[in-house]
């Protein structure tokens, strides 16, 4: 490996690449379709990276997660629809899952109140954003799993022929 940057603030791609022990060149091999200079150009934010570029990165260097991150902080649309989501141990994930769920559950009566009518009122806003919040947290939760089951298929720690033959059912 070349020398290691002593750049203190590394930009994701160059800290997953490093984290890897991979030079640009070694990481351009490995990705076979960016070239050590535009890896360069990336990881320096001379360039923003193009979401194949992304899709090829998370893949090759198994962190799934690279395409949220992107899609959350660097695409345009990504910034203001796609939630950051942070990679969690299992149990954290199931725990937060089933805490949301139990409380959409207390709030499902109230959610039917709100809407039965097709309008929302003055004194429903509040907990109809209420509502919304935990909805939020629920999705976001569900895309945590998904985001730690992808990057266990990516580590082999799942079986992906098992995973794909099953889900394909």
């Known amino acids: 490996m070349g020398r290691t940057s002593v750049k203190e603030d590394k930009t994701i791609y160059q800290t997953i690449r490093e984290n890897l ?19 360069e150009r990336i990881e320096n934010e001379k360039t923003m990276p193009h979401p194949d570029e992304i899709l090829i990165m998370a893949e090759k260097y198994k962190v799934p997660d690279l395409c949220n991150h ?3 902080n660097q695409c345009p649309i990504g910034e203001r629809y796609v939630p950051e989501i942070k990679v969690k141990d299992l149990s954290m994930i199931v725990l937060e899952m089933l805490a949301s769920l139990n409380s ?34 629920i999705s976001i939760t569900v895309e945590t799993l998904q ?12 079986d992906r022929n098992a995973y794909d033959r099953l889900k394909n059912k």
Do not use: F, H
């Open 21 to 39: 022990e991979l030079s640009r060149e070694k990481a351009s091999e490995l990705l076979e379709v960016i070239t050590p200079e535009r890896i």
């Open 70 to 72: 992107y899609c959350a």
């Open 104 to 137: 959409m559950n207390k709030k499902k009566d109230r959610l039917i109140e709100i809407t039965a009518d097709g309008r929302i009122e003055d004194n429903e806003i509040q907990d109809l954003i209420y509502i919304q919040e935990e909805l939020e947290r």
């Open 147 to 158: 985001l730690w089951v992808e990057k266990m298929l990516a580590n082999g720690v799942i």
